[in-house]
């Protein structure tokens, strides 16, 4: 008898888990079990454990959609975009990646090299019909409904929590309408005990017609085990540590710069004791500078004014688009010694940054005005409208600053305009970290971008922010003359697929199958590449006759 899969090993834990917890009966676990253990391929193998949800005696249960057929004699593989790929890293530097085709295929791939790996996962997924545009077409022939978004984020829930760390985090954005079936499904793929909370994230709109004010949405955070939750505790005492470390630099009688260098260079040379908290919270919510175009805001004092530094009485030099605050709230901070000043009024002034401990931070989170990052999104296209409801990077920044290191990698296999790899980079250049980004994007396409999102929205905005100028050479769009690029390396992968019985010499599986982009070296030998081709690219064939 073969090895059991990967997959099929950790479907057969989950289905005696639920024994265990006392959600299946054991009667129809065991036939579960015998099933998955004779499933032809992994696919089958997930299409079999999704039955355990309908043989449940109560909890969650929806009706199964089917995705468009595959073709069963093809093996799907990552292949390198070379003209979108760009950037140089040092050894020991992040290698970003950006995958271009269905998820489910991406994250079949990333199960070759990242198997246990990803330490946070990060999503957003379709809400609606409304959402998603050519996927809905062209996987279900029919509207997204509320059956077909449980079905497809299922199979690739189930993928995900293979590549998740033991202590890995997962978190999911969602609006009021799905928030109770999806956390339904995500009871049923991690388990209710792997529940770690519900962020409730403030929104600047609200489009509820009732005269209930809805302006908020959710973020629901689970952990691949309780290990987790114990890792939280920790990363809350090493935050602790380092409030009591600034206490007591504080009564050095230092300046505040000299204060948070000497700070900074404690946590460094100490952050093996602080269990994973690599530095107190550099994203400043409360900052006094804005480029997010606060100036056209309505507001009776304005955010288009001077401040004047009180040790030359000369105005400090004043954001492009205006500061965040208006004056008046700029004047409360500061009558409560919260401002911190430059030495002259060649410097701005900002609000002294504050030290919070990882549960703390994670309480709650409120949203940037979502129009602040539309406008951001206008200075990097120079257009509008390029995206529908962008994410701001400063909220995803936060999240994944409390739950990585500095070398932690970060997936999301629903990445829109690229948000989550901004907010890596973004917290990459705070605390010099090494966090790598892993995006996939399916490439619809739209009336703003006929070439398709992942082409002209996730794949340019990286390129602008990264290198300062886009595919072509230009480089006249605003963000670039109010930013410094981020810098890095980002390769593109595109889904391919090759007939696993082609024999044409340079054409077969053996010959077009890169093992460097999985994280080999070239193979010495033919019959090397040609194990590692059959022992990890079967499960990336889906056998249409097995879907249920």
């Not at 989950?14 to 006392?22: A, T």
Request: aromatic share 10%.
């Amino acid at each position: 008898m073969n090895t059991l899969s990967d997959t099929k090993q950790s479907l057969l834990a989950e289905l005696r888990q639920r024994v265990e917890d006392k959600i299946l009966e054991p009667s129809n676990a065991a036939l579960l079990e015998k099933l998955i253990t004779n499933a032809d391929d992994d696919d089958e193998a997930l299409a079999i454990a999704a039955l355990g949800t309908t043989y449940k005696k109560t909890g969650f249960h929806f009706d199964k959609r089917l995705e468009e057929p595959r073709k069963t004699d093809t093996i799907k593989y990552f292949k390198k975009n070379e003209a979108l790929s760009f950037g140089q890293a040092a050894e020991g530097e992040p290698v970003h990646k950006l995958i271009i085709g269905d998820n489910y295929d991406a994250l079949q791939n990333l199960l070759i090299q990242y198997r246990g790996k990803i330490d946070v996962i990060y999503i957003d997924p379709p809400y609606g019909k409304d959402n998603m545009g050519e996927f809905a077409k062209t996987n279900y022939h029919n509207a997204i409904s509320r059956d077909n978004l449980l079905s497809m984020l299922y199979f690739r829930l189930q993928l995900a929590k293979q590549l998740l760390s033991e202590d890995g985090v997962i978190f999911c954005s969602i609006d009021d309408k799905n928030q109770a079936y999806v956390k339904c499904l995500f009871d049923e793929v991690f388990r209710e005990n792997n529940f770690v909370g519900q962020l409730i994230v403030k929104t600047a709109t609200d489009n509820n017609p009732s005269q209930i004010s809805i302006e908020h949405e959710y973020m629901m955070c689970y952990c691949k085990n309780m290990s987790c939750q114990s890792k939280w505790e920790r990363m809350s005492r090493g935050a602790e540590l380092i409030i009591e470390k600034y206490n007591q630099i504080k009564k050095e009688g230092l300046s505040i710069e000299e204060e948070q260098k000497e700070l900074r260079k404690w946590i460094k040379n100490n952050k093996d004791s602080l269990s994973g908290v690599a530095h107190y919270n550099n994203i400043d919510d409360m900052g006094v500078y804005s480029s997010s175009g606060n100036s056209s805001n309505p507001h009776p004092g304005g955010y288009d004014y001077d401040i004047v530094h009180p040790n030359t009485g000369m105005a400090c030099p004043k954001p492009a688009n205006g500061w965040r605050w208006p004056e008046d709230t700029f004047w409360e901070y500061e009558r409560k010694g919260l401002i911190l000043w430059g030495n002259d009024h060649n410097t701005q002034p900002h609000v002294k940054k504050r030290i919070e401990t990882a549960k703390d931070s994670l309480r709650t989170l409120i949203y940037e005005d979502n129009r602040a990052t539309t406008q951001m999104l206008e200075k990097i296209f120079n257009k509008k409208d390029m995206f529908s409801n962008p994410k701001p990077p400063k909220v995803l920044a936060r999240i994944i600053d409390f739950v990585t290191s500095e070398d932690s990698i970060v997936l999301d296999f629903f990445a829109g305009s690229g948000t989550t790899g901004h907010a890596v980079l973004e917290l990459n250049r705070a605390d010099e970290g090494r966090r790598t980004f892993i995006l996939c994007q399916l490439n619809e396409k739209t009336d703003t971008a006929p070439n398709g999102i992942a082409y002209d929205v996730t794949a340019k905005r990286l390129k602008r922010i990264m290198t300062g100028e886009c595919y072509d050479g230009n480089k006249n769009f605003k963000w670039a003359e109010e930013n410094e690029p981020y810098g890095g390396k980002l390769e593109v992968y595109e889904i391919a697929e090759v007939n696993n019985a082609n024999a044409i010499l340079g054409q077969t599986p053996f010959d077009v199958i890169d093992e460097t982009l999985y994280g080999k070296v070239k193979f010495a030998t033919t019959k090397e590449k040609i194990d590692w081709v059959c022992s990890n690219f079967e499960h990336t064939q889906m056998d249409v006759e097995h879907k249920f």
